[in-house]
């Protein structure tokens, strides 16, 4: 196959690529940002918004914790985003966020890769597509292969409450 992609790949594919990662599972730290995009404001909604938003909590909830004098550079990948406004809000907003957060003369880099020239993608994606399973239909089935590597699954609107930023 020339790539895998969970939601598109039948069954026995599933199967065969979840096997390879948890083999695989003490090497990966998997955090993942839960969001009910009805539950934010209106205004918020707007994609320019929304994506760029959500993208910087999760990156720094992933990095906050660490003492990032260690890092000489921090490299964010992304799936090649096709919508122009989109990929430039996403990457003025992981900047934003990066810049705020790093200590001075840390550099940092943002990839778009196309996903299929990704093997750290595709395994997101099994991951991430695990963890919507689990949320959106209650299907462990996919998620219990992985949760050993879950260190987080933050629900941001978990308080049910509209945010408005």
């Not at 995009?37 to 660490?66: D, H, N, S, W």
């Not at 921090?74 to 200590?103: G, W, Y």
Request: hydrophobic content about 40%.
């Amino acid at each position: 196959m020339e790539y895998f992609h969970a939601a598109e790949d039948r069954q026995a594919v599933r199967d065969r690529v979840f096997a390879i990662i948890t083999s695989n599972i003490g090497n990966l730290r998997i955090d993942s940002l839960i969001v009910e995009k009805p539950k934010t404001g209106p205004a918020f909604q707007v994609v320019e918004k929304f994506y760029p938003r959500m993208i910087g909590y999760l990156i720094r909830y992933v990095l906050e914790p660490r003492n990032l004098r260690e890092y000489a550079e921090v490299i964010v990948i992304t799936d090649s985003i096709p919508v122009s406004r989109k990929r430039e809000a996403i990457e003025k907003a992981v900047k934003q966020t990066l810049s705020r957060m790093l200590p001075p003369g840390t550099r940092y880099k943002l990839l778009h890769h196309a996903s299929k020239s990704c093997a750290g993608l595709q395994i997101a994606d099994y991951c991430n597509w695990a963890i919507f399973r689990k949320w959106e239909r209650g299907d462990l089935r996919s998620y219990n292969l992985i949760k050993s590597g879950i260190q987080s699954e933050f629900d941001i609107f978990r308080s049910g409450r509209k945010y408005y930023y």
